[in-house]
């Protein structure tokens, strides 16, 4: 499908939805048949509107469905803006509720700390069976937070008007990501020392003169690589499935609204128990992971 | 769109390749799927004890799997603006 042909029939999608969003409040879905959403950085799915949008569209001339604001601000375009905006929303909100709960600590905890303390309690337990007692208490909050955060930004998809930070921009997850490989490495250097660290890219010797220069290089470079991957991986693994997700919705969307106006069925809500599994999974896997990764990084001595 | 006419356009074939290509990955790592869950109740049912530590690396070891078809994903959201 040409770019003219589909910005026409975003138009007309616009129009469509405007009425019938005020009507039924509901979601004001772009709908499945476009053949493709926002061009947010070269990625084209199915997509609900967020809260941005309609501010967008509110207060600029530019339409619901217009593409970048342009390549002005550090290279953000409009959509970078929006998936950090969600991002800071969950990240500014965990804060305040982790600053309000941690003031008055009581000795024995009531209402809300106790519930907290539960949770906290089974991550620590979850995650000291995978690293073992003394990594895993240094490295809960870490892995935990991260477990928090990934849950909520997978969660708040499923809400009207907003949209999941990880969907459709690969920026937030990469973010994390990126936190967790320089953790990685630190802890292997402070760990085993760097002379130790660059001996486990260097890998053994078994003394013979040509072979060995050659093997050194094959792992020097292997082992980069094998770092390298691991990132990369993450970073993929919780894009793909979340934007997965969240296209599905929306594409359920498209299709109630394709529906006639005297038989709207919220088709999208049968895959709500799924896309709660799937959002939960996910945070689960790439705590597990990071936390999996720091465990390789500081017992390789022993191997 | 630049290219030939008919099939041999880059979009036509693009709209023919990628789906296909996400569903091929979806049969592989769906058979791997299958062997490792299936392993892994095995083990449970033998050592019901152990259930909790078969589960956590059978997660970790499916969702290594399921990345497999999450990059043909990846890669069909990427490309699916050029059909």
Known sequence: MSATEAAVQHGEAVVEHGAAAAQTLHHAA??????????????????????????????????????????????????????????MLIAVTLGVIA???????????????????????????????IMGNKLGKIFTPFVGTIFIYILCMNYIGLIPFAKSPIAL????????????????????????????????????????????????????FLHIFGELVKPASLTLRLFGNISGEDAVVAALVGLVVALPWYAPVPIQTFFFPLALLFGLIQAIVFSTLSA??????????EH | MKGGSGLMEPGAL???ALPLGVGIAAVGSGYGLGQAVGKAMEAMGRQPEAADKIQTAMIIG??????LTIYALVALFVLMGKI
């Open chain 1, 30 to 87: 772009e709908a499945a048949g476009h053949g493709g959403g926002h061009a947010t950085g070269g990625i084209h799915a199915p997509e609900l509107q967020n809260l941005l949008d309609y501010v967008r569209a509110a207060f600029t001339d530019k339409g619901m469905y217009d593409d970048c604001i342009g390549h002005g601000f550090w290279g953000l375009s409009y959509f970078d803006v929006a998936n950090i905006f969600f991002a």
């Open chain 1, 99 to 129: 600053w309000r709960l941690s003031r008055n600590l009581k000795k024995v905890p009531t209402g809300f700390q106790a519930l907290a303390e539960v949770f906290v309690g089974g991550m620590q337990t979850y995650f000291c069976g």
């Open chain 1, 169 to 220: 921009n690969i920026n937030v997850p990469a973010s994390m990501a990126i936190c967790v490989f320089f953790l990685v490495q630190y802890h292997g250097i402070r760990q085993n020392g760097i002379k130790k660290y660059a001996q486990h890219f260097v890998g053994e010797t078994a003394g013979i003169p040509v072979l060995d220069q050659f093997l050194i290089l094959l792992n020097i």
């Open chain 1, 292 to 301: 999996v990764y720091l465990l390789l990084m500081s017992a390789h001595e």
């Open chain 2, 14 to 16: 693009l709209g023919l």
């Open chain 2, 62 to 67: 499916c969702a290594l799997i399921e990345a």
